[in-house]
């Protein structure tokens, strides 16, 4: 029964800290943190979801913050195959600890191209984006996408969540191909999975 009450003090206690953690980042630099709590395991697990079984190349993963969407991505990609690009230096260390191993770059997802020295054209199998897009202007968030593009695979995807009703970048781009989610409402605020792939 103790050991019991002590499991769950402390589990509620990490959970705390990082949330305090998520939202002392986001009141830091709201225009970079995006969201004032980690991804819930719902949205994770959504976003995680639409990686390919059969990964030829490693998946990158933009923004991890915390993890909640890296632990779920090392359900379906093994570890040495994953490439976490996080701006915050805090978040940085935070993965390094609770995930051994990991290759976490510290750098501007912007510039994914530079931030990563050594990633070929048409080497990724997936891109997972917990980037907040939508705080940034139209022509950063397509020059994110067409970066993006370039490093991925032909019909690879780039998977990123939104809150907005709208897509994040135009859905005219010639030849793109998208899809989205429904609504997963057990995330706060509620959020949807939108998926790209070049032509």
């Known amino acids: 029964m103790l050991q019991d009450t002590r499991v769950a003090v402390d589990k509620t206690w ?7 953690r998520f939202v002392r980042n986001w009141a830091a630099s709201p225009l970079r943190t995006g969201a004032v709590a980690p991804s819930s395991p719902k949205l994770a697990a959504r976003m995680a979801s639409y990686i390919p079984r059969q990964l ?16 779920e991505i090392l359900h379906r990609v093994p570890r040495e195959k994953l490439i976490c690009l996080e701006y915050s230096t805090d978040f940085c260390n935070h993965l390094r600890v609770n ?29 997972v984006s917990s980037l907040p897009l939508v705080t940034r202007p139209p022509k950063e ?57 070049k032509p």
């Open 56 to 71: 030829d190349g490693p998946v990158l993963e933009l923004g991890p913050g915390t993890g909640a969407v890296t632990k």
């Open 99 to 127: 995930f051994a191993g990991l290759k976490v770059v510290q750098g501007d997802a912007y510039n994914m191209d530079k931030a990563i020295p050594g990633l070929r054209s048409e080497s990724l199998s997936a891109i």
């Open 141 to 197: 968030r397509l020059k994110c996408l067409e970066l993006a593009f370039d490093l991925l695979k032909p019909g690879a995807p780039f998977i990123q969540f939104s809150y907005s009703l709208a897509s994040p970048v135009p859905l005219d781009m010639e030849g793109m191909k998208w899809q989205r989610s429904g609504w997963i409402l057990q995330n706060i605020p509620p959020a949807r999975v939108w998926v790209y792939r």
């Open 14 to 20: 990490r959970r705390l800290l990082k949330e305090t």
